[in-house]
């Protein structure tokens, strides 16, 4: 494979407040904290959504907060630097990371803001070429004053927590030259250079071949009378093999449950009755070798639609099977629309499920093996989606490593077209591919 392509985690955490005494005194026209009320932040970036959180109080007793409390995370590229440095020309100043300061009002985990005359302050660092080359490494630690000293008549202003942090994080692009159904080359991408890696066989089988090991997990059941033949035989027996150069077999995705049908009562499948696939290695890798923490022994991808309206989401989950341990865990859940697409996301930094542990070998952390592992970004159901790919590059021991993903890669992409309703029809030209 090529180099990988240069990317930045932008990490903004270890976040506390604390109010000195002078300043927490009432005041006329001063906003103070209430047995319902939060101090929270919004973190803006130009060109990225707002992200929100709360801030903890902190007495002056207290230690600093932990650095590893729940960061707020940017992912950026080169190419994104040198936007943000770009588009300064059209505004009066240099572009900023803004964390402003409010205190807000509980509203389930997240914070509402209702009014300006609620924010306390600001902290702003300027954004520079070099952040593009993830320098400087900590752009700030420590206490800072963001009180408006007018508002409290000149005395000391609240103070803000924060560790803000540049990461080297490379990662590896991938793109899907066509539609998963239609077997298409995968290809590296790096700027306008583009490198075959692996290709992709998309097949569907009315019986599981004998002598596929895995056979067992997919398509050997009874035809069901009830469903109607031609879609029955769409969303039966689907595979993705993922081949590389040479020609040899790397990595596969099966539907593992017998048949996708409709739930009872439905024209799609809801929870109860997800769309499954078992991803593995193929073949299974020797015992002792050096791979990637995140394929201990395959992984099974549900999908469904989240309810029974037209323009509900696809629902994606991920759960790894840890060598020797009983049942999956839980890695990733995501939301796509599916209509407009989207992307599915492992991040351990952002959507670990609460309670959830991360499969780590021997020797190793849950924050070396977090962060950032995989994206893949899809189109939405009837659309001509090429798949692209983003890999973590601490996640990539061999090239095996990466075809793997792009079997998930692939088994997202076509479960947003297996979970659309029953009673519409296929794309035409895959359709007639598949009953062929």
Not at 6 to 23: E, H, K, T, V, Y
Not at 51 to 61: E, V
């Amino acid at each position: 494979m090529m180099d990988p392509q240069d990317f930045i985690r932008l990490s903004i955490g270890s976040l506390g407040i604390r109010i000195p005494m002078a300043a927490s005194k009432p005041m006329k026209g001063a906003t103070h904290a209430t047995s319902t009320s939060i101090y929270c932040c919004q973190i803006r970036l130009r060109g990225f959504p707002i992200q929100t959180a709360q801030i903890p109080l902190i007495s002056s007793s207290e230690p600093n907060p932990d650095p590893q409390n729940n960061p707020i995370i940017f992912y950026l590229g080169k190419s994104d630097v040198k936007a943000l440095m770009a588009s300064s020309c059209f505004h009066t100043s240099q572009p900023f990371l803004e964390v402003v300061v409010f205190l807000g009002r509980k509203k389930g985990s997240n914070c509402s803001v209702t009014s300006k005359k609620q924010q306390l302050g600001t902290f702003k660092v300027e954004v520079s070429p070099e952040w593009g080359e993830g320098k400087p490494p900590l752009i700030h630690n420590g206490w800072i004053e963001i009180g408006k000293q007018k508002q409290l008549g000149g005395r000391q202003g609240p103070e803000l927590h924060l560790r803000v942090k540049l990461d080297s994080d490379p990662r590896y692009v991938f793109l899907f030259e066509d539609e998963t159904m239609l077997s298409p080359q995968i290809v590296q991408v790096h700027g306008s250079i583009k490198q075959p890696v692996f290709s992709c066989k998309f097949s569907r089988e009315r019986r599981a071949c004998q002598l596929d090991p895995l056979g067992t997990y997919w398509s050997n059941s009874n035809d069901d009378e009830t469903q109607d033949i031609e879609q029955r035989r769409e969303r039966k027996g689907w595979k993705v093999m993922i081949h590389d150069l040479s020609g040899s077999a790397a990595a596969a995705a099966f539907q593992c449950n017998t048949a996708f049908v409709a739930s009872s009562g439905f024209d799609r499948s809801l929870a109860s009755k997800p769309w499954c696939w078992l991803i593995v290695p193929w073949p299974r890798p020797p015992a002792g070798s050096v791979r990637s923490s995140w394929h201990p022994d395959g992984a099974v991808s549900k999908a469904w639609r989240e309810a029974w309206l037209p323009q509900t989401p696809v629902c994606l989950r991920l759960f790894l099977l840890p060598e020797g341990q009983e049942g999956g865990v839980l890695v990733s859940e995501v939301l796509v629309s599916a209509g407009k697409g989207g992307e599915f996301l492992i991040d351990m930094d952002r959507q670990a499920p609460a309670g959830t542990p991360v499969h780590c070998p021997p020797g190793t952390t849950v924050e070396e093996t977090g962060g950032f592992v995989m994206s893949c970004r899809v189109q939405g159901e009837g659309k001509r989606s090429k798949p692209v790919v983003q890999l973590a590059m601490r996640h990539v021991m061999c090239v095996e490593d990466a075809a793997i993903f792009m079997a998930l890669a692939g088994a997202v992409d076509l479960s947003i077209e297996a979970c659309r309703p029953f009673t519409k029809k296929m794309k035409k030209g895959i359709r007639s591919s598949l009953l062929s």
